[in-house]
């Protein structure tokens, strides 16, 4: 089968199966097994794809497309990805930026990013700013091992414990930061979510309980659809200032931070 077959065959094969994309995912998978990009894929018209089709019900099953080709982009970074850790994504990014906003004119800023999962932030964070003292903490040995893969590839120094998040967040920092667990229930979400740890997606409180230890001049969080208010209120009340909320680029109000 040729490059224009294959993506058509594979575009319907992914519609039919609830996948919402199934252009774009088929144009990544037959790229990624002719070892090219999507936009490479104009000139490879005429070319035999072999290799496709194991991926292809991989995704069908819909797990996760960074899963099966084994890689993400986020920020300037190129993250392994697997089932150790959750899925890169592109509203965390905006988490990133506020954090180098608050900390841009701090020299030398010691970051705690909690729940580290595979680095994206942590790493992000030390690649655009090389001066920082950057640790993650997580409670799993998998997504930690996952983290180290990827610090390891990319040279980049950060210190990764296996470790309490609140417990850590009370040592003293310029900035706690964290994505962490913000969903009740898969129940109607998603079906690629069934796929991801389960301990890194289903849980609430962690924000409060962050924001009621951390020791830190800046905090900042990703919260869930609808949640933004609230977790504000709670950082009010765990008395932080200078509350912010940030949309992502959807424009879902995303990003919670604050200031001591």
Known sequence: MNVRDALADAERRLAAA???????????????????TRS??????????????????RRE???????????WGFRRLTLKTDARALVPRPETETLVERALALFAETEQPRILDVGV???????????????????GVD???DALALARENAERLGLDVELREQDGVEAAGEGWDLVIANPPYVETLDGLQAELRFEPEVALIGFGVHEALARAAEARFIAFEVGDGQAVEVGEILMTAGWRDVRITPDLTGTDRIVEGAK
Not at 19 to 24: K, L, W
Not at 117 to 135: F, H, Y
């Open 61 to 71: 099953a819909r797990e996760p497309l960074a899963y099966i080709l084994g890689e």
């Open 40 to 57: 490479g894929l104009a000139a490879r018209g005429g070319d035999e794809v072999e290799g496709l089709e194991p991926l292809l019900l």
């Open 18 to 36: 609830g996948v919402e994309t199934p252009r774009v995912d088929a144009e990544w998978l037959v790229a990624h097994v002719l070892g090219t």
């Open 117 to 135: 999962g595979s680095g994206a932030i942590a790493l992000a964070l030390k690649d655009e700013r090389p001066d920082a003292q950057v640790v």
């Open 139 to 141: 409670i799993s040995p």
